[in-house]
Every structure is written in C-alpha cells, then in structure tokens.
C-alpha cells in the first residue's frame, strides 16, 4: 500500500504558476498532482512515477502506466519498464472503464488547505476550483485585475488622473480605428468633433483566454452565435449569453465577443455552420480565445475639458439612460451584512438592486436605491453579471465596498422627451407589429425556395409535424418546422424537411400568427380531405476548404435535430435567406449628447467585388449609447436609419447620414437569434 502525498501550494504561489487542472504548481511537461485522502492500492499506482494512475494505459504483456509516464519514457526507449519486452505505444490500450471509475473515484483534498478543507473525488477536483473554490477564484480573479484596464478606464471617466497615461499590459491591444479596418466598415462610433478633435484617443481591446468546465462534456456553453466567414460579420461573433447557462455562471464572456479560437482551432477563416460544429464539440474542457471591447480610452490630457475634482462623488449623467453613482458603504466588521436584495431581470442583463432592507448598512447611508443597475463592485465589471457573482464579490471584500450604479430617472418626474430618454422603456405599440416595408435582396450567398405540397389523405391522419416560433415568441420568428414525424403523412411526401418556414395551408396565411394560433389553425386544416401547404426553405452557400464531403456532413450533423432536442432551432445563417416580405422589424430610438459617438460599428453596404450587401451591427462598444440601451445586437440587420431605406447605400452615404443625427436617431433592425451552441 502507498499512500502518495502532494505539497499544497504555497502561499505565494500565483495565477500563472498553479496548474489549472490539480490545482499544484508543477512544470507542464510532468503529470498532475493530488494530496490524496487515504492510501491507494498498489494494484492502481503507476510503476513509472509511483503515483495513482492518471489516464491509465495497458500495455500487451499484462502491466499499466500513466498515459503521460509511458509515452514520455518509449520516447527514449522501446522495451517495457518492468518486463523489458518489445513494446510500442500504438500496441497500448486504454484501462477498462471499470479501473477508469475506480481511479476517478479516488478521495482527493483541495490543494488550498489554507482556505479550503473541501474534499472530493478525483474526477470532481478540476470543477471544483474553478466553480466552487475560493483561494482559487482568488488567485483568478487577482491575475483579471492585473491584465485588464481598470473600470475607471472602461468607463472613460478622469476619476482617476493616471488612467490617460495608463500603459497596457502585453496581451492588451490598442486599437486605433479612426477609420474603417475593413472593406464595407462604417464606424458611427468613432466619430469626430465639430473641429475635427477625435472625441476618443482609442478603443481598447484586449485578446484573454477564457477557459469553461463542464461535468457534462455535452452540456450546452450557453452562448447564441453570429458571423463566419460566409457572412457579412467576417467574425464569430457572441450576440447573447444565455442565462443561467455555464458561460453566464462563469462570468468571464460578454455579447460582442469575438471569438478567435476554440481549443487552439482558429475560427478565423471557416463558415459559419462549421465554426458553430467546433463550438459543439464534446469535450469538458473548452478554452475560448476571445477579443473582447473595452471601451474608450480617456482623451488625452491636452484634450480634455477642465472638470470637478476627480475625487468628487457627484452623480454624473451618462449617455441616454440616467445618471452614473458611485457609492462607497465601509462596514464596521468584514461579516457585516450591507442589507442589499439582488435580483436579474428577464428583459435586460445585469444585476439590480430589489430591496433595501431596513436598519441594514445601506439604508442607513441613503445613497443606493431600489432598480439601481449594479454597474461594478470594487472595480468589478459587473454590467453582464449575476446577482450571485456579485454575492461572491461582496463577500470577498474586507471593509470597503465601492458600487458603482446606474439610475434611470424617475418617469413620474420626467415628462416628454426626457421620460424616452431615461426611463426603461414600455412595450412600444410598433413593437414587432408591423411587416418590413423595406425590399431588399438577402446577403450574397444566401437565397431561398417556395415550395407547395397538395396532399389527399384521411381526416383522421395527422400531418405529422412539430412547429415553433410565432410573433408571440421573444425574436419574434415565423412559424417554422422542428421535427417531420415518420408516421405522418408529410414524411411520406417528402417535400417538406425540418427548418421551413411555413407561409399558409389551405390559403390561410400563417406568417403573421402567434404560436398557439398557428398550432389551432394547422389542428383544423388537418382535419380536411386535401391539404395545399406551402412552406419557404433557406440555403446558404458556403466556400469550400476542405472537400464538400466535409461540408456536406457538418450540415447534416448540424441542420438535423437530436431525437430528444425538443428545443431544436435553426442556425442563425438559416434566417438570412428569408425574403424581406418575411421580415418583422422594430425601430430602436437612441439618443446622446454631441460630444458622444453611437458606439457601435456596422460592415455591408454596396462593393464591387460582392454587389450590395445589407448592413449588420458587427460591435457594440461598452459604456456607450447603444451599450446602455440594450436593444441592439451584434448581427441585427439595419435596413434603414430615420426611415430612410439602407437599400442601395454605400460607406459614404451611410456615414454621414449617421454623423448629421447629433443628438437622436431612430434605427429600424430586423433582428435574428444567435445558434446556440
């Protein structure tokens, strides 16, 4: 019997040394390490590292060894450590699932005793520091703070006189776009002042790696997907965060992501449909290379208008949507309770204040109030958080807790303009009620078919369809099919596949319904003798790489629901072919001060070498007008800006439409959901 033991790390180990799988600081090329609770059998330790088996490896003549011991040992050698037989790594198998189970449920400890005296099995270490334990998200959480720009910086606030001569760190670019990057970008949000003076000195983006755990390797990252190479966006884009999802739980990805690398496969340069079939990948490990938006760097000091004091606690207004506070409660003793309720709302990201709870830390200074946005705790982006990440930031503070928060105006005080200005908005009447009065020709690339189905068939047979969508649901999405069931009488046809969107049966439009209206009208038609159906279907043309066999086999995999994906939905690209007389689209009023830019960017528009192009919302710039309205997302189509078609515009037509609105415009988008992946 042995019992192996693991040096916990030490107390000033730090982000970059510590494994981020065991938890140890040991080199790369050596095997993992655990403090193991009780003695292992001999029957499962590794005869090469005298360690418990890690990814055990049985070899012809009867003997097994870690996968990383063997191979790193017939690197040099060519015979068996213990018998000296003949023996090639190729010749080796992985252990029995049962030995596989008995290792993995091996007692292990937390290797940050200090902090944590959790203990677990084996298999359960790695999601444990990185969901669970608390020096670990410490040690995370410190490195965050020392690569990325500080909140002042985000904001592009003067709070803080060193932050306009701030350097960034090595991983951190600075962008400066004063102009388009690409063919086909406009930037509203890089406008210029009335002389000629940029408003912003930079934009900075900052490339990190976000790496996500899941004890399910096929569970869902909980992110909706935009772009590719076969799309205007160019990018993969992240449009939303799923909530509740792994990816929300982490806290670390944000809407307008753009996605570079997915486990060292580059996304750079692949269609759409194959990008999301590496996002769905099974695996429980996914490591995310992302450029993430960070804002305006803060003018330079020559630039800048005198000010208040930078230490003045004042509220500012910011943007369209209220004031700015900042806040700061000091507790007597670090468990002292602030008395904040924390909830989310379902039509808006974020954490908001609920309550306030009497007698407690924060009714008694009066400074936070009820629906305040939680912007950032103690320089803590919290404006795509959660009200249990913002827990676990309270709780980690010593005896200053520093908010920062946004309040919208009360709409009782405010009246006309200044209510559409602050005040959440209401449901508005136009909202997804109208059909798109704007003709335009779909994205080069993607087109679609209508097709007809007649059938005869016997009352009492049913069509044999599943539907979702309906202008009733949130994107407000046609009716289309889900599912084409083998016993109905459209499977047997075979015109009609999964992802159609239906248009009408027996002449009865269907395109402008709710779900549940929909499922009434098909219910009653199905009960007749003949059936005329007519359905619309999508196709997208993608470049060819690597052989269409592959391609072929990406989209079947990806187009065709699981047999108990009841949530099944198509790809976003799927959307794109639909002809405009299909579309549902919103107008989106934003407002701002002269001094500010729209705050986000848009590629499309007419080229010569594509023809026209519509134009899509391709970054949405934190801290800005269209960040905190919130409507607007990476992928929504434009297709016309104060009512004035986008049809037929190029770059220099769009641009100055946009920088003559100074202070209001009205957008109207049709909006499509993101593939979840």
């Given amino acids: 019997m ?110 940050f005793r200090s902090e944590c005296q959790q203990s677990m099995q084996r298999c359960e270490l790695q999601p444990h520091l990185h969901n669970r334990c608390p020096a670990f998200r410490r040690l995370r959480e410190e490195a965050e703070r020392r690569k990325r720009p500080s909140w002042n910086e985000l904001k592009g606030s003067k709070s803080d006189g060193d932050l306009a001569d701030a350097k960034s760190t090595p991983i951190t670019r600075t962008s400066q776009l004063s102009g388009p990057s690409e063919p086909g970008l406009v930037n509203p949000a890089f406008e210029e002042g009335e002389d000629d003076t940029p408003l912003r000195s930079s934009l ?40 509740d999802s792994l990816a929300a739980r982490d806290g670390k990805l944000a809407p307008g992501d753009h996605i570079l690398e997915v486990n060292d496969v580059s996304l750079a340069s692949i269609p759409h449909s194959r990008a999301i079939s590496v996002l769905r990948q099974s695996c429980s490990r996914v490591r995310l290379t992302v450029m993430q938006e960070k804002g305006f760097k803060p003018r330079p000091e020559h630039l800048v208008q005198p000010s208040a004091s930078p230490q003045s606690q004042s509220p500012t207004p910011n943007q369209n949507h209220g004031t700015i506070i900042q806040v700061t409660l000091v507790k007597r003793e670090r468990s002292e309770p602030l008395g904040i309720k924390l909830i989310r709302k379902s039509e808006e990201p974020g954490v908001f204040i609920l309550d306030l709870l009497p007698g407690g830390l924060a009714a008694k200074d009066g400074k936070l109030r009820n629906n305040d946005k939680v912007l950032g705790i103690n320089g803590q982006d919290l404006r795509h958080g959660t009200p249990e990440s913002a827990a676990q930031i309270i709780q980690a503070c010593e005896m200053r807790v520093n ?92 015109t009609v596949k999964t992802g159609d969107v239906l248009l009408s049966i027996n002449d009865i439009d269907l395109t402008h319904l709710t779900y549940n209206e929909a499922v009434t009208i098909l219910k009653t038609q199905a009960a007749q003798n003949t059936i005329t159906l007519r359905v619309i279907q999508t196709f997208a043309e993608e470049e060819e790489q690597d052989g269409e066999s592959n391609t072929r086999e990406d989209m079947d995999t990806l187009e065709g629901p699981k047999e108990d994906d009841i949530n099944w939905a198509p790809l976003w690209t799927s959307w794109l072919g639909l002809p405009s007389c299909i579309h549902w689209c919103r107008d989106i009023m934003l407002m701002k001060t002269n001094s500010e830019s729209w705050g986000f960017s848009i590629v499309g528009g007419y080229e010569e070498s594509r023809g026209q192009q519509p134009f899509f919302i391709k970054t949405i710039v934190p801290g800005t007008p269209a960040h905190f309205d919130g409507r607007l997302k990476c992928g929504d189509e434009i297709v016309a800006v104060n009512g004035v078609t986008t049809v037929g515009m190029n770059n220099s037509s769009l641009i100055p439409m946009l920088k003559l609105q100074k202070n209001k415009v009205t957008l109207t988008v049709v909006s499509w959901p993101g593939s979840l992946v």
């Fill in 403 to 494: 908010f920062v928060v946004m309040r919208l105006p009360d709409v009782s005080e405010e009246g006309g303009e200044g209510q559409s200005r602050g005040a959440r908005r209401v449901p508005e009447p136009q909202y997804f009620k109208r059909r798109s009065e704007y003709m335009k020709e779909p994205p080069v690339g993607f087109s679609s078919q209508e097709k007809t189905v007649n059938l005869k068939k016997e009352p009492r047979h049913s069509l044999g369809i599943t539907i979702a969508g309906g202008r009733d649901c949130r994107s407000r999405l046609p009716v289309y099919i889900t599912s084409v069931q083998p016993v109905g009488c459209l499977h047997r046809d075979g």
């Fill in 204 to 243: 900075v983006a900052e490339a990190t790696v976000v790496e996500l755990f899941r004890e399910d390797p096929d569970e869902d990252l909980g992110l909706r997907i935009v772009g590719g190479k076969d799309t205007p966006l160019g990018n993969i884009v992240i449009q939303e965060i799923v909530r």
């Fill in 2 to 111: 042995t019992e192996p033991k693991a040096s916990p790390p030490a107390g000033g180990v730090t982000w970059a040394r510590v494994c981020k799988e065991c938890g140890q600081c040991h080199d790369g090329r050596d095997s993992h390490l655990f403090e193991y609770q009780d003695e292992v059998d001999d029957e499962l330790v590794c005869h090469i590292c005298l360690q418990p088996l890690l990814q055990p490896m049985d070899t012809p003549c009867g003997h097994t060894y870690c996968f990383h011991c063997l191979s790193n040992f017939l690197h040099d050698q060519d015979f068996c450590p213990v018998d000296r037989q003949r023996l090639q790594l190729q010749q080796c198998r992985a252990s029995s699932l049962l030995v596989r189970n008995l290792l993995d449920k091996l007692a292990v400890l937390c290797p």
